[in-house]
């Protein structure tokens, strides 16, 4: 059964420093999702693209994060520079095209510790 | 705007007994509702969908959820828990538009005692 990955799957930084994370949607998945989860929350939608285009960023905190999926397919989300407030799991998710029948899947995420 | 409220943190069952996570939405739209569980160290996993069919919804390993439009409620429940089913559960509301977003309840973590 096709999956979304994620790579890392788990990262350490210190404060300040840059981080940086992939996702590998599952083939033919046109819309690709970014999801933050704070220990104890439900995850957060951070940024939505649909091809190479993002169609919903209003969550995303453009002073330090970026998110790009350049040829339509994976995805690198990027924290520089990060903050003790961003340790967090960042999911990725896919769907076929992004319609209210889609279902969205997940991959395993990565738990990001920021020292 | 959408909202999702589920209404208990934590439930604790015992093993063989029935099992209800309650939730309750907020939608502007006409909404697609989900079920999501996540078990520790895993993904997120699709246990069942609302998507103004059916108002009664089964999903994965004998789970269901009932649409309640009066009540703005989507319950899950499951009638004999099984030590697998201990997992976090997350209620999620989906805008009725294209490019839909998923808002998520805060979760309610199931623990089933032997």
Redesign the interface.
């Known amino acids: 059964e096709a999956e979304v990955a994620q790579s890392p799957r788990y990262k350490i930084t210190e404060k300040s420093q840059a981080v940086a994370f992939w996702c590998d949607p599952i083939s033919g998945h046109a819309t690709l999702y970014w999801y933050r989860q704070i220990l104890g929350q439900g995850p957060e939608l951070l940024v939505q693209f649909q091809d190479e285009s993002v169609v919903d960023d209003s969550q995303l905190p453009k002073d330090r994060f970026s998110a790009e999926r350049l040829k339509g397919v994976d995805s690198t989300l990027k924290i520089q520079p990060a903050e003790l407030g961003d340790s967090a799991m960042y999911l990725c998710a896919s769907s076929f095209s992004g319609g209210q029948l889609d279902t969205q899947y997940f991959g395993p995420g990565t738990r990001l510790t920021v020292l | 705007a959408q909202s ?1 409220t589920q209404l208990d943190s934590h439930v604790s069952v015992s093993e063989g007994t029935p099992v209800l996570l309650r939730c309750n939405y907020s939608s502007s739209y006409s909404p ?1 509702l989900f079920w ?1 569980v996540q078990h520790p ?6 246990l069942l ?1 609302y ?1 103004s069919a059916a108002t009664l919804v089964k999903g994965i390993n004998g789970f269901e959820a009932e649409f309640k439009k009066s009540e703005t409620s989507f319950h899950l429940t499951k009638p004999s828990a099984h030590m697998s089913d201990a997992a976090e559960y ?1 209620c ?1 509301v ?1 805008r ?7 808002t ?4 309610t973590i199931l623990t089933v005692h032997p």
């Open positions: 999702v697609s999501y160290n895993k993904g997120l996993q699709l969908k998507t997350f999620v989906q009725g538009t294209s490019y839909g977003k998923l998520f309840g805060q979760g």
